[in-house]
């Protein structure tokens, strides 16, 4: 599965239609499956029927394929013409729908009132161009639809919701769905605005191998994360399990290696030394017991022993504080050839000058895990421009510096030296929250040192950390915490994702608190 933007989309869509399949059969099989797909969820609402609004694109004629389709199956069904249809096979699924027998209205008057509880968002799909308002009749239908979903109505939107940038997500529609049945392929906004999206189902609509022209990114999916994760042998020891060190705890900041650790245990590390401030060294020992100790690196002989010569895999950066930090990060860079991961302040200390990392990194599997905030300062760039380009920068930021890069956030994106990347849709707003990040790096070491591949073990990581946080709370997330997310841990690692019932090809949660 493939999370792209809009063009992408089209070349994948075209790729089918070149190859032999009717652009009017594509448009059949979004309407059918959507339709049996709200069939399946709303059946206590659809006994006061379904509204559906209609625009003039062949988002519209999607729309019209719904209607049939649940016209036919016995459903009330309403349909607010919200413009002309304006493309043949808009015309032709019109056309149809009325010989059928399903109801139109003026939209004015559909939209403003109706029994419905349910409304189909058929408006306008990935029709908005960037930086556009909306206006006219298109402006009415979507302002009247928001109102309907304020009185209660829930909105299942399309493809993408109407008033949505299918690229960057930014909104001018107003609409909050409480689905989206998106077709063929993910589209960039579905993974950057879940509050607007509500749930999204991804349906396959035929595209076959044809959706790799859209040159999107990889999404991370149930399957794929059990398919990837390293299994740990029936006749494992410690240190078949691996050995990670992590490298941080500043004094005062002990708890960021301490939670780094603990994530670091419940992801499956034979053993985890923590290697720290001196003056943070009790707090360490007293706070996980199951993890070794040491203090920083004073020579290089101190090095050799409590890093280099001893850990499978290193992780610098939680709580490392940016008092001398990059003399220590340098140091632990020339004295060792482990698997690495940089985060937080080891990071701060390269801002401006990210490039000088490649040297140390470009022979080692090597993961990079700024948050936007660390990311603009490695890049030289603001945190707004980090977020308008993440799905482009990281790949670039990885090409900089020789090593992977995973740039957290709603999304996560995980991208390669060679410049692919994954997409992470997993995570809620429990994460939301200090410490976060030390998991992650926790948990991001362990499997980089049980798999030796620095992308593949951050885009699990991201997988894992958000999953958790995930069968933690979805929506409700006051009052959870990091130790909550720790606890859930064991839980992602034994999950068993069963196959998507067909046509469906992916899931995504609503997440975050309702407004």
């Given at each position: 599965m493939y999370v792209a933007d809009a063009a992408g989309a089209r070349a994948a869509d075209a790729a089918a239609i070149a190859a032999g399949i009717p652009a009017r059969a594509l448009m059949q099989r979004a309407g059918a499956g959507a339709a049996a797909e709200i069939a399946r969820r709303f059946s206590d609402e659809l006994g006061h029927g379904i509204l559906v609004a209609t625009g003039a694109g062949n988002n519209g004629g999607d729309g019209w394929v719904v209607a049939s389709a649940l016209h036919a199956a016995g459903i009330a069904v309403r349909v607010a013409e919200c413009l002309p249809a304006a493309t043949p096979d808009a015309r032709a699924e019109r056309e149809a729908a009325i010989a059928a027998g399903v109801a139109t209205d003026a939209a004015r008057d559909a939209l403003s009132s109706g029994p419905e509880?349910?409304?189909?968002d058929a408006i306008l799909g990935t029709g908005l161009r960037p930086n556009t308002p909306l206006e006219g009749d298109v402006a009415r239908a979507v302002a009247a639809l928001a109102t309907r979903q304020r009185q209660g109505t829930r909105?299942?939107?399309?493809?993408?919701?109407?008033g949505m940038n299918a690229d960057d997500g930014r909104d001018v529609g107003g609409l909050r769905c409480a689905l989206t049945l998106a077709f063929g392929t993910l589209k960039r906004c579905h993974v950057v605005s879940r509050a607007g999206c509500g749930e999204i189902v991804l349906l396959d609509i035929g595209l076959g191998p044809h959706a790799a022209?859209?040159?999107?990114?990889?999404?991370?999916t149930p399957g794929w994360f059990r398919a990837s994760l390293p299994a740990i042998a029936a006749d494992a020891h410690k240190g078949t399990r691996k050995k990670v060190a992590i490298v941080g705890g500043a004094e005062g900041m002990a708890g960021a290696v301490i939670l780094a650790a603990r994530a670091a245990l419940r992801s499956g590390a034979?053993?985890?030394?923590?290697?720290?401030a001196p003056e943070s060294l009790r707090a360490v020992q007293e706070a996980e017991p199951a993890a070794l100790a040491a203090?920083?690196?004073?020579?290089?002989?101190?090095?050799?022993r409590d890093v280099a010569g001893w850990a499978d895999a290193i992780l610098v950066g939680p709580g490392l504080g940016r008092a001398n930090a990059r003399a220590l990060v340098e140091r632990i860079l020339r004295g060792t050839r482990s698997p690495i991961v940089l985060d937080a302040d080891a990071l701060n200390a390269f801002a401006g000058d990210a490039p000088a990392l490649a040297p140390s990194l470009r022979e080692r599997q090597?993961?990079?895990t700024p948050h936007p905030a660390e990311f603009a300062r490695l890049a030289g760039l603001g945190v707004?421009?980090?977020l308008e380009r993440r799905f482009s920068l990281p790949a670039q930021l990885a090409a900089d510096v020789a090593a992977a890069v995973l740039l957290k956030g709603v999304p996560t994106i995980v991208s390669s030296r060679s410049g692919d990347s994954i997409v992470v849709g997993e995570g809620t707003p429990v994460l939301a929250t200090g410490g976060a990040g030390d998991l992650l790096g926790g948990i991001a070491v362990t499997l980089l040192a049980q798999t030796n591949d620095a992308a593949l073990a951050g885009a699990l990581a991201a997988y894992a950390h958000g999953k958790a946080a995930w069968l933690v709370s979805a929506r409700d997330v006051r009052g959870y915490t990091l130790d909550d997310v720790l606890l859930a841990l064991p839980v992602v690692w034994s999950l068993r994702a069963p196959a998507p019932r067909p046509p469906v090809l992916a899931e995504l949660p609503a997440v975050g608190e309702p407004a």
């Open positions: 509880r349910i409304a189909v909105i299942v939107a399309l493809d993408v919701p109407s022209a859209a040159h999107g990114a990889t999404l991370a034979g053993l985890v030394k923590c290697v720290v203090a920083w690196p004073a020579d290089d002989a101190a090095l050799e090597a993961l990079l707004d421009a980090v």
